[in-house]
């Protein structure tokens, strides 16, 4: 087993990583760039070390320098975490020359998922049911023609060397087809390098389903359940539960005998997830392999009971998988919240600055992973997630419920946060009808909002502002616990006072 792992990465992702590695006894080794000196990843690992400015192609993203940390510090593997070099071959085949082991598939398994053409050309190979359409480039507006009257309007034109939805336009008639078609050719060589485009019939109205798989290094492969990504804005995940509310034992085991086939088939090794559209008959189709640990994996820890980033680190030090199929069971319901540092009344923008109060939630069902703290500095550099409030209960009306509850306690000064898109998802009657698919959210936010607050939010609200008024002073002077402490007194006394008005 591993006695020392770098952590080549940041934010929260690094801190769940590093307290994997602490429950292990495996020593923690992380990287900052200037601006996270402060950071809770830095605070908390065994041993932290400077590798350059924020930009991070400076930092994060540099290879030369990541893999001079792992050797200066004798780490013997490399956790990569999600986003940044989690899907880069090249930093994959690096760790591997530099003897330190990557956590996570090889170079190989990554570049046979990297291309939507290639993965599409091998999924045909191993049967998997994928979008109707062609499984790599039209060559000429007339292949596009004939593939489009084969397949039926409305087709979607996908970028191959694209995904996140960069690069895709969907067609519903023949004669926008050919605008369409040079349009998202020159897109596509614009933002990729690659013209390629390929065209699949357009499912209307999809929900984005993902099944977790996991494979050791001795051939054994099984798939954790899967996850409802639907709830997305702008390509972005917003809100991530598990079970699917429409996966029955049935279609779960078909998605996942599917999602298994898929990671074999690119001698898939360690933690990956399989994307499905599934349209309004429950039909499921091959999207794409992301070959990383998720942002989203704490649903499925949950109702599974398995810990991902235990199981990798095992995986990848060459143990075998502990369980096989038949040992996997699901049970509850988990919904995940990103908070992100965005100001929701100012279209989302990101908004960095010094947390100067932080309440957060806990108690029963309520997990939070989080890379803040109070003091801490949000800086603008990075993507703005600061944290996952996820909630689990024995089903999902009451994950739903301690959501609501640990959401209602959630109180974040200085900066602006998405909670309060939380609270008016988890409010709305087609989310709690489970009628999700990937146009809910944008459906949502174009409604007027019911600006009816319930009490309790008025009230915390009130509270909220009275102490951070009250406190407002004594905040910098009294630093992190102490104003913490005084803020729940003071945050208890102004409740009981509002209660007995
Ligand atoms: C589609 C689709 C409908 N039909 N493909 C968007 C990002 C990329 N991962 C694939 N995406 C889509 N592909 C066909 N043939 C609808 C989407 C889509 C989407 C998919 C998953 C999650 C959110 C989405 C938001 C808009 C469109």
Known sequence: MFKKILIANRGEIAVRVLRACHEMGIAAVVVYSDVDRASLHVRKADEAYPIGAAAARESYLNIPKILDVAKRSGA?????????LSENAKFAQACADAGVKFIGPTAAAMEAMGSKTRARQAMEKAGVPFVPGTSRG?????????????????????AAAGGGGKGMRLVDTREQLKSSLDAARSEAERSFGDSEVYIEKAI???????????????????????????????????????????????????????AVRVAQAAAYTNAGTVEFLVDEKKNFYFLEMNTRLQVEHPVTELITGLDLVHLQIRIAAGEKLPFTQKDVSIRGHAIECRIYAEDPDNNYFPSPGKITLLLAP????????????????????????????????????????????????????????????????????????????????????????????????????????????????????????????????????????????
């Open 76 to 84: 013997d593997a490399v956790h990569p975490g999600y986003g940044f």
């Open 138 to 158: 039209v060559e000429s507006f007339e292949e596009a023609e004939q593939v489009a009257a084969r397949i039926g309007y409305p087709v979607m034109l996908k």
């Open 204 to 258: 209307v109205n999809p929900r984005h389903i993902e099944m977790q798989v996991l494979a050791d290094e001795h051939g054994n492969t099984v798939y954790l359940g899967e996850r409802e990504c639907s709830l997305q804005r702008r390509h972005q995940k917003v809100m991530e539960e598990a079970p699917s509310p429409i996966v029955d034992a049935d279609m779960r085991r078909r998605m996942g005998e599917v």
């Open 362 to 501: 806990s108690g029963p069902g309520i997990r939070r992973d989080s890379g803040m703290y109070e003091g801490w500095n949000v800086p603008i550099d990075y993507d703005p997630l600061l944290a996952k409030l996820i909630g689990y209960g024995s089903d999902r009306e009451q994950s739903i419920a301690r959501l609501a509850r640990a959401l209602n306690e959630y109180f974040v000064g200085g900066i602006k946060t998405n909670i309060s898109l939380f609270r008016r998802i988890l409010r709305d009657a087609d989310f709690r009808a489970a009628k999700l698919d990937t146009g809910f959210l944008d459906r949502m936010l174009k409604r007027p909002e019911d600006k009816r607050p319930n009490s309790k939010e008025a009230e915390v609200a009130a509270i909220a502002a009275g102490m951070f008024a009250a406190l407002g002073a004594t905040a910098s002077a009294a630093g992190g616990d102490a104003v913490e402490a005084a803020a729940l007194s003071k945050w208890k006394e102004a409740s009981r006072r509002e209660a007995l008005r």
